[in-house]
Nanobody
């Protein structure tokens, strides 16, 4: 299993932006599907965004659609989550994860479908 490392979290004010990164700690970042999830204390881990290897399927959670964007660099060794217009309710530990399963349009994979996870990066948004 690939080991993933997230970075880019921090403490920001409402309305600010952050860009999270996900890389493989060793080797290349290969995947069929890559997802971003988040978890707040006392809450279940929730889906945020995902992308397939080609990058032409990118589902988003309704709560972040239009504000967050998932993308990959040209070297295809880093996946980003650009987060704009952050809100206090976006405060959470953010994880990236990879899956051997293939995303289908309109059907984002659930957390249980991902088999490699990073340790997470904390995002805190103050009001």
């Amino acid at each position: 299993q690939v080991q993933l490392v997230e970075s880019g979290g921090g403490l920001v004010q409402a309305g600010d932006s952050l860009r999270l990164s996900c890389v493989a700690s060793e080797g290349t970042l290969d995947f069929n599907s890559l997802g971003w999830f988040r978890q707040s204390p006392g809450k279940e881990r929730e889906f945020v965004a995902a992308m397939n290897w080609r990058g032409d399927i990118t589902p988003y959670a309704g709560s972040v659609k239009g504000r967050f964007k998932i993308s990959r660099n040209s070297a295809k060794n880093r996946v980003f989550l650009q987060m704009n217009d952050l809100k206090p309710e976006d405060t959470a530990l953010y994880y990236c994860a990879t899956s051997t399963l293939f995303l289908q349009r309109g059907q984002p994979l659930g957390a249980a479908d991902y088999n490699s996870w990073g340790q997470g990066t904390q995002v805190t948004v103050s009001s």
